[in-house]
């Protein structure tokens, strides 16, 4: 009888606990505490990584980070500021691996044996519907606005547009974000199973 008694305490506790945490994370990560959750994930990891070029105060960078912890990317690279606005991400950033880069340079030097593919829809680039973006893809988003730098181009191994029909010239690089992961999801996670 004991051991009925300590279940039902401890499955209270837990469930008193899942239902105090007021993170935004889903059920299985309720009442977990963060280390934790980040050791899950690293667990179960897909292979993308994506970079952001941070040149400026730009308030996407919560929301691409939110994205990348959506679609658990491996890494995030940060090239340039060290400063983002953290509020947007809702603090998924705490179970992300994220490595800063002063520059560029320092960039490419430590990411060796990666396809550096930019999203941007400027002259030259190439639609992103009929591209394949291999496993080892590193996605790289610019600033809003500015978008990628001249360096960051030259980098690239080549720059994907994501194809639009309306009017507006472009769409905001927190939600090119989500549809560039998303398609690299479709592509090497979605597809094989």
């Known amino acids: 009888m004991f051991l009925v008694y300590q279940y039902l305490f401890v499955t209270a506790i837990v469930t008193h606990a899942m239902r105090d945490d007021t993170r935004n994370v889903i059920d299985e990560f309720r009442g977990v505490p963060t280390d934790d959750i980040k050791s899950m994930l690293d667990q179960r990891r897909n292979s993308l990584q994506i970079a952001v070029e ?3 105060r730009d308030f996407n960078m919560g929301t691409i980070i939110r994205n990348a912890n959506a679609f658990n990317v491996s890494t995030i690279h940060v090239i340039g500021r060290r400063q983002w606005n953290k509020r947007g991400a809702m603090g998924t950033d705490h179970y992300m691996n994220i490595q800063y880069h002063s520059t560029v340079d320092d960039f490419v030097k430590n990411v060796g044996g990666n ?4 999203i941007d829809n400027i002259e030259g680039s190439v639609p992103m519907g009929g591209q394949k973006l291999p496993s080892n893809s590193i996605l790289v988003f610019g600033s809003e606005g500015a978008g990628l730098s ?20 472009s769409v905001n690089v927190g939600v090119a974000s989500g549809i560039a992961m998303y398609a690299w999801i479709q592509q090497n996670v979605l597809a094989s199973e």
Not at 115 to 118: A, F, R, V
């Open 115 to 118: 396809q550096i593919i930019g």
């Open 150 to 169: 001249k360096e960051m181009i030259d980098a690239c191994s080549k720059i994907v547009a994501i194809e639009q029909f309306g009017s507006t010239r």
């Open 54 to 56: 941070n040149l400026e």
